[in-house]
């Protein structure tokens, strides 16, 4: 039909079309092509059969159908797909190529890291809202407005979506629709705040804030299991592993916690703020203070098993592969090291201060830099595959990877719970 408006898609199990697949019968469309959602309740699995019928609309017109085709459903591509957060937009991006795929606009920056689950992707802001997108097209599911910023970024476990809020409460909502499931104010606002993400790990919600305090929730119902002093201001996020929780804070300490009851059982005090996230690793935890990155015993305390000092804040949290750490700093560096007393594998360089926490997927390394660019180097070599500028300031939202395989890889996650 000339000049159609929009395309009627119908995709069936039969040529008759007597068993349409839900959502296709029809789908409009407002181009010549479209994308099958993989997700619930529109699902193609990869290698089956269907049938395909399209009609095309204008206004209240509408053509004869087209000729019934048939076609085997395949994968899409073995392309990931990568998420972060930028002054006022969402985005995705090819991950071989930067390309984008779409940008989702909110109200002010998003410093909070996104994370995935069900097709949707979770994502906070500094205008007090978290949102929950579409992940193939960015369109907004729904959004949740608490009382202050959202640094603190989300985690879903068991359809529940949690975080912290600048307004001292700690959030536990219902993934699909964003409704409330239970709240915990921990800190009086605007006094203390929640500026760290959660961990969880065996039913438990560990997560820090300003009131130099750790907590322990349980993550049905919020309840409090137990509270400790870390001595300074909570900004990092917990690493759980062996019985232990590990935190840092800003009175230039690492405390590891007893996870069931709550007792300090190690602490190791260094010359800065710990704001980085620690990362475990084989019985040692890694992670930056100040100028310096630690690698230390995780159970004894004793001096380090290696430092090494670089020429600006190390507050990136790291993360470790196959026995390589990687880690950045505000001196506009990233570095690959062995894990075993800190031999350098390789520097790489970027055009300004990386404020993102490192993040790993299928051998390429990706931060977020205050030039406006994301990059993307080979973890072996630290080659730079490619960076692109997308216009937009960008502070600490690190990048989320969905791999073609379906898993999902953030920044920093370690110990019992990676």
């Known amino acids: 039909m000339s000049g159609a408006e929009s395309y009627n898609l119908y995709v069936a199990a039969d040529n008759g079309f007597t068993n349409p697949v839900s959502g296709y019968n029809p789908k409009s469309l407002k181009d010549t092509f479209a994308l099958i959602s993989p997700s619930s309740p529109n699902t193609l699995p990869p290698g089956s059969n269907y049938y395909y019928k399209v009609e095309a609309v204008n206004k209240s017109l509408k053509s004869s159908s087209s000729n019934i085709i048939q076609l085997k459903t395949l994968k899409i591509t073995d392309d990931e797909f990568i998420f972060f957060g930028s002054q006022n937009h969402l985005n995705c991006l090819y991950a071989s190529t930067g390309k984008k795929i779409w ?54 476990s068991n359809g529940i979506v949690y975080f912290g809020s600048f307004d001292g409460i700690f959030y536990a909502l219902d993934a699909a629709n964003g409704t409330i ?117 995780a159970t004894t305390s004793n001096p380090s098993n290696w430092e090494e000092g670089t020429f600006g804040s190390v507050d990136p949290s790291p993360i470790i592969v196959n026995d390589t750490v990687f880690f950045a700093n505000h001196d506009n560096k990233l570095f690959a090291r062995k894990v075993i007393l800190g031999i350098p594998i390789w520097t790489a360089s970027t055009g300004d201060q990386i404020a993102s926490s490192p993040t790993y997927s299928n051998g390429t390394i990706y931060v977020t830099c205050l030039d406006h660019n994301i990059y993307a180097f080979d973890s072996g070599t630290g080659t730079k595959k490619w960076n692109i500028d997308i216009g937009e300031y960008m502070e600490y939202s690190s990048v989320c990877v969905l791999t073609f395989n379906g898993h999902v890889a953030h920044a920093g996650i370690s110990g019992d719970v990676q």
């Open 103 to 156: 940008s989702a606009a909110v109200g002010d920056i998003i410093q909070s890291s996104p994370t995935i689950s069900n097709g949707i992707v979770y994502a906070g802001s500094n205008d007090h809202k978290m949102y929950a997108f579409d992940l193939y097209t960015g369109a907004p599911k729904w959004s949740f407005t608490t009382g202050a910023s959202i640094v603190s970024s989300p985690l879903v």
């Open 181 to 297: 499931k239970w709240t915990q104010n921990l800190s009086p606002y605007p006094t203390f705040i929640i500026f760290a993400s959660p961990t969880i790990h065996n039913g438990v919600i560990f997560i820090g804030n300003f009131t130099d305090s750790l907590y322990a929730l349980d993550a049905a119902t919020g309840n409090r299991k137990w509270a400790s002093l870390a001595g300074g201001i909570i900004e990092s996020s917990a690493a759980v592993g062996n019985g232990m929780v590990y935190v840092g804070s800003d009175n230039n300490s690492l405390s590891g916690f007893d996870e069931a009851t709550g007792v300090n059982r190690f602490s190791v005090i260094v010359t800065n703020s710990v704001l980085s996230s620690p990362t475990l690793y084989n019985g040692d935890v890694f992670f930056g203070a100040g100028n310096y990155f630690y690698s230390f015993d």
